[in-house]
């Protein structure tokens, strides 16, 4: 069975007159007349009856009308949802982002694209960089928000804002009543650091600061999930490394921001996507940054500063 056979039928029993019907179809009447005999054949009963002064439905004709209908309206439906998907204005955006992109870029990106394209669903996962970037590449996620530009040639990537890498203490540390500390004085300090293929960018910002501070740190152990490293280094006499996104808005949980100068160290944010995967869902999420950028950190004001 034919779609245009089901057209033909719905514009003669709307019409309830062949010539009409033809004129709305933009076709000849013959060809209505035709299509309708076809579709009879198909469906084994008869849809319509005409004589010399009237055309009307059939019982089954008026019953089949009402089911050709809803099924052409959910055809209709079907390929306005392809063709929204294919131009970006709908479907399902898989999205991998780090703290600072979470407080400082996506709300306001994610509003826009929002604005722009309000079909467009996304599914969000917070990672280190690492397995962000992994994930890109598998396909699991459309773009990602990470530190670093990715030096992988299958990976696109726009910087999009920097962020300074400080120090975490607890509050029985020694630097807790501190809030700013050269790079030198980390020398001989223990301290928390993670594994570098989690977060390669961050990793070898902290550990150029410390080249050009003429330092080597000392790491007394490596934890992967910054929640845990919080919960060590407000434990014991540690000090471990955070962005500034996080550790200005993170619950205090007995930590204690400390900035780093001389060098400081900062990171860049990019948003990362495949080279030769770039969707319209994915040009849609570009075009949103654009919009609510440009991006930038600032440092909390304090009670006093308010």
């Avoid at 439905?57 to 079907?78: I, M, V």
């Avoid at 890109?136 to 890498?165: C, K, N, Q």
């Avoid at 160290?265 to 940054?289: C, F, I, K, Q, Y």
Wanted: proline letters at 7%.
């Amino acid at each position: 069975m034919e779609i245009r056979y089901l057209r033909s039928f719905l514009a003669i029993a709307e019409e309830l007159h062949f010539g009409r019907a033809a004129q709305r179809l933009h076709v000849a009447q013959p060809s209505v007349s035709q299509q309708l005999q076809r579709l009879e054949r198909d469906v084994g009963v008869e849809l319509v009856q005409r004589s010399s002064h009237e055309v009307r439905l059939t019982p089954a004709g008026a019953a089949f009308r009402d089911e050709a209908r809803k099924l052409l309206e959910q055809l209709d439906r079907a390929i306005a949802a392809a063709r929204a998907v294919a131009s970006g204005r709908a479907g399902t955006l898989n999205i991998g982002f780090n703290f600072p992109a979470g407080q400082d870029v996506l709300p306001a990106a994610l509003a826009a694209l929002n604005s722009e394209h309000p079909r467009v669903q996304t599914q969000l996962w917070e990672r280190r960089t690492g397995p962000q970037l992994d994930g890109v590449l598998s396909g699991e996620l459309d773009v990602a928000f990470v530190y670093g530009r990715p030096v992988s040639p299958h990976l696109s990537s726009t910087e999009l804002m920097t962020v300074p890498i400080v120090a975490v203490v607890g509050e029985r540390h020694p630097w807790a009543g501190r809030e700013s500390m050269p790079m030198r004085m980390l020398d001989r300090q223990p301290c928390l650091l993670f594994r570098r293929e989690q977060s390669p960018a961050m990793y070898d910002a902290i550990m150029g600061a410390a080249d050009r501070a003429d330092i080597k740190l000392t790491v007394t152990a490596e934890v992967d999930d910054p929640v845990a490293t919080g919960v060590l280094v407000a434990a014991r006499q540690v000090i471990g490394f955070s962005s500034a996104s996080r550790a200005a808005r993170a619950p205090a949980q007995g930590l204690v921001a400390v900035q780093l100068t001389a060098p400081a160290p900062t990171l860049g944010v990019h948003v990362v996507w495949r080279s030769a995967d770039r969707t319209p869902l994915v040009e849609a999420m570009l075009g949103a940054l654009k919009t609510a950028g440009p991006f930038t950190f600032t440092w909390p004001r304090t009670p006093s500063q308010r």
